[in-house]
C-alpha cells in the first residue's frame, strides 16, 4: 500500500530565511502526482506546488521549490524568503494515476519574526 | 462564493445522535471525497465517489455513510455518533481528467461528540 511519511511533526524558520521540509512516500507505480498543501490557522487547504513524476525538472512556484528524487522517493519543499503568513501546517501528498489521494500526517512551520 | 461549501461550520453534539455532513461543489466536478482530519495523523480518506453511481469505501469508513444525491452534492453521516469521531472533516472534489489535477477543498467542519 501506498504511504506518505513527514518525518518532522514541527519546525521553525527565522523570517526572511529558508526552510525545508521533509517528505517521502512509498510506492510501486511508477507513474504518479506529488503535491504539497498548505493550512493555516484559517484551516483552508490550499494547493502550494505539485509534481508530475514523469518530469525530471523540479517545480517551482515563486519563493516555493521542491526538490523531488523520484529514485529515493522523496519530495521536499523548500521555501525560500520565509514571511509570517508561511506559518501553516503543511501536507505532502502523493496520487496514482487516477486513484485516490493519500496524505502525510503534516508538518507544523512557525515562522519567527 | 465558495467553489466547494460544506454544512455545517461548527457542531457540537451528543453521543448516541445521529449526525449529517452535507457538501456542495459548483465546481463541475465528478469526483467527490470525505476525510477526516486529526492532530498526528494528517487526512484520511473516509469515502469517495468518481460518479452518481459510484460510492467507495476509504481507509476508514467504519461508523459513517454517505449519500451522492447529485453530481455536486456529497454527504457524510454518523448513524450513532461516538466522542472518538471528533475531528475536523473535509469534502474535497477534483476533475476527472488528469491525475495531476489537484484536489478543491471546502473549509471544514469541526465536529464535537461530547
Known amino acids: 500500500a501506498q504511504t506518505v511519511t513527514q518525518s518532522q511533526p514541527e519546525m521553525s524558520v527565522q523570517e526572511a530565511e529558508t526552510v525545508t521540509l521533509s517528505c517521502t512516500y512509498d510506492?510501486?507505480?511508477?507513474?504518479?502526482?506529488l503535491f504539497w498543501y498548505k493550512q493555516p490557522p484559517s484551516r483552508q487547504m490550499i494547493l502550494v506546488i505539485r509534481?508530475?513524476?514523469?518530469?525530471?525538472q523540479n517545480a517551482t512556484e515563486n519563493r516555493f521549490s521542491v526538490n523531488f528524487q523520484k529514485a529515493a522517493k522523496s519530495f521536499s519543499l523548500k521555501i525560500s524568503d520565509s514571511q509570517l503568513g508561511d506559518a501553516a501546517m503543511y501536507f505532502c501528498?502523493?496520487?496514482?494515476?487516477?486513484?485516490?489521494?493519500?496524505f502525510g500526517p503534516g508538518t507544523s512551520l512557525s515562522v519567527i519574526p | 462564493d465558495a467553489d466547494v461549501t460544506q454544512t455545517p461550520r461548527n457542531r457540537i453534539t451528543k453521543t448516541g445522535k445521529r449526525i449529517m455532513l452535507e457538501c456542495s461543489q459548483t465546481?463541475?466536478?465528478?469526483?467527490m471525497y470525505w476525510y477526516r482530519q486529526d492532530p498526528g495523523l494528517g487526512l484520511r480518506l473516509i469515502y469517495y465517489s468518481f460518479d452518481v453511481k459510484d460510492i467507495n469505501k476509504g481507509e476508514i469508513s467504519d461508523g459513517y455513510s454517505v449519500s451522492r444525491q447529485a453530481q455536486a452534492k456529497f454527504s457524510l453521516s454518523l448513524e450513532s455518533a461516538i466522542p472518538n469521531q471528533t475531528a475536523l472533516y473535509f469534502c474535497?472534489?477534483?476533475?476527472?481528467?488528469?491525475?495531476?489535477?489537484?484536489?478543491?477543498f471546502g473549509d471544514g467542519t469541526r465536529l464535537s461528540i461530547l
Open positions: 501528498a502523493y496520487r496514482a494515476s487516477y486513484d485516490k489521494v493519500i
Open positions: 509534481q508530475e513524476a514523469y518530469k525530471q
Open positions: 474535497a472534489t477534483s476533475d476527472a481528467d488528469g491525475s495531476n489535477q489537484p484536489q478543491h
Open positions: 465546481k463541475g466536478h465528478d469526483r
Open positions: 510506492t510501486s507505480e511508477s507513474d504518479y502526482y
